[in-house]
């Protein structure tokens, strides 16, 4: 057809349930990365023995709470994606550690926003005696207490305790000898990783690749 000069073309009429069939298929088929982990939170910090002291409202603990843990965390942490029956990726960084070798370890508390029993579940970092970096994964049924939190309720923050590996009990500021243990600089990162899936830290914003 020709109007005022100008050729118009007729083209086939388009299926736009086909367009919409494609796209389900599409994201079916992409990788969901996303929903198989998540970063619980990623803080550095340097830690000294008045932090320690001075800590409120307990001693040589460090507070994950507000903006330092991520707001996109899951409300619930058993549906649609199983956190509770997966794994954590545990990462310390120690940037800095006095001279010694003294055997130093954070446990990493989950305090939710609603518990059961004891109210709160805790792992924790490896022993570390030196610089360095350290991971490890932990099941997210296997550490203490986990049974105490109501998963489906979510966490509103968690709790860093700095230790020696005396055991639960070993707080840092309770040592004879502080100086090997203050001032120490770590960055802690933890990483939630969904039931069936595995830890990628390709996925892990601004972490070093390891050499």
């Known amino acids: 057809?020709?109007?005022?000069?100008?050729?118009?073309?007729?083209?086939?009429?388009?299926?736009?349930?086909?367009?919409?069939?494609?796209?389900?298929?599409?994201?079916?088929?992409?990788?969901?990365?996303?929903?198989?982990?998540?970063?619980?939170?990623?803080?550095?910090?340097?830690?000294?023995?008045?932090?320690?002291?001075?800590?409120?409202?307990?001693?040589?603990?460090?507070y994950v709470r507000d903006k330092k843990l991520n707001a996109d965390r899951p409300k619930d942490w058993t549906t649609p994606v199983d956190y509770r029956n997966g794994t954590v990726h545990i990462r310390i960084d120690v940037i800095e550690k006095p001279e010694g070798g003294a055997p130093t370890t954070w446990t990493l508390c989950y305090i939710p926003n609603k518990g059961q029993k004891n109210g709160y579940g805790?792992?924790?970092?490896?022993?570390?005696?030196?610089?360095?970096?350290?991971?490890?994964?932990?099941?997210?049924?296997?550490?203490?207490?986990?049974?105490?939190?109501?998963?489906?309720?979510?966490?509103?923050?968690?709790?860093?305790?700095m230790k020696d590996d005396s055991g639960g009990a070993g707080h840092a500021h309770k040592r004879p000898d502080p100086e090997k243990f203050f001032p120490t600089k770590v960055r802690i990162t933890m990483i939630q990783v969904a039931k069936g899936g595995k830890y990628d830290p390709k996925l892990v914003p601004d972490l070093p690749e390891k050499k």
């Open 122 to 161: 805790c792992t924790g970092t490896q022993v570390y005696k030196e610089k360095g970096v350290y991971d490890r994964d932990v099941k997210m049924t296997e550490f203490w207490q986990n049974e105490s939190i109501v998963w489906e309720e979510g966490i509103k923050e968690m709790h860093l305790v």
């Open 1 to 62: 057809m020709t109007i005022l000069g100008a050729t118009t073309t007729h083209f086939p009429r388009v299926d736009r349930s086909a367009f919409a069939l494609a796209g389900l298929a599409l994201l079916l088929s992409s990788p969901v990365s996303y929903a198989q982990q998540f970063v619980l939170f990623d803080a550095t910090f340097t830690y000294t023995k008045e932090d320690a002291d001075n800590s409120m409202p307990s001693k040589s603990h460090y």
